[in-house]
């Protein structure tokens, strides 16, 4: 597993998946997308439509978070990751139309594995419990769709040093199978 620490911005996120590894830690800075549940849907709702969806996929970041209302001087209120295996129907979809990372908390499905590794993509995991923490890594956040949704629209976010681990890299490799071994190994 790795432990080396990188600064990246999503703009030469694509270089760089090659070399990262499970278990690194990454520094992202740039422009991400948050969405979730009910925003997923709405997305496969346009494709299924035939129309676009309201960002461009193709080398996009998707964090799936529904941040809380700003508190007095931040610009988003917390916003830790919500469980990514809710949106494990849709990622591969989205992975073969060019999504090249996503954020979040958990295990992957078999499925979005191999949609990773066949895409040349990765999953990073944010701290789970941390929202308030993470927030002050948002610099901007905007709504671009769906604002009916409240906390669970689209928002376009700029990110500043977000603080990553690699959960499952570009070949596949998860630290969730690390951690499962690490304890059928433990006394």
Avoid: W
């Amino acid at each position: 597993m790795g432990q080396r620490v990188y600064n990246i911005n999503t703009s030469e996120l694509k270089t760089m998946i090659p070399e990262l590894r499970a278990g690194d830690r990454v520094l992202l800075s740039g422009t991400i997308y948050t969405a979730r549940d009910a925003a997923h849907k709405r997305i496969f709702e346009l494709l299924e439509a035939g129309r676009q969806p309201p960002f461009e996929i193709r080398g996009a970041v998707i964090y799936y978070a529904g941040p809380t209302p700003a508190r007095e001087g931040m610009v988003v209120g917390s916003c830790g990751p919500t469980t990514s295996g809710r949106m494990d129907a849709f990622t591969p979809r989205l992975l073969d139309l060019g999504l090249l990372g996503m954020i979040g908390k958990g295990e992957r499905s078999p499925e979005v594995v191999s949609a990773i590794v066949r895409n040349g993509a990765i999953y990073f995991c944010a701290v789970g419990g941390a929202g308030a923490l993470i927030a002050r890594h948002i610099k901007s956040s905007e709504v671009i769709a769906f604002p009916e949704l409240g906390c669970e629209s689209i928002k376009r976010m700029t990110v500043e040093e977000f603080p990553l681990t690699v959960g499952i890299d570009s070949r596949g490799t998860s630290i969730y199978d690390h951690l499962k071994n690490l304890k059928k190994v433990s006394p």
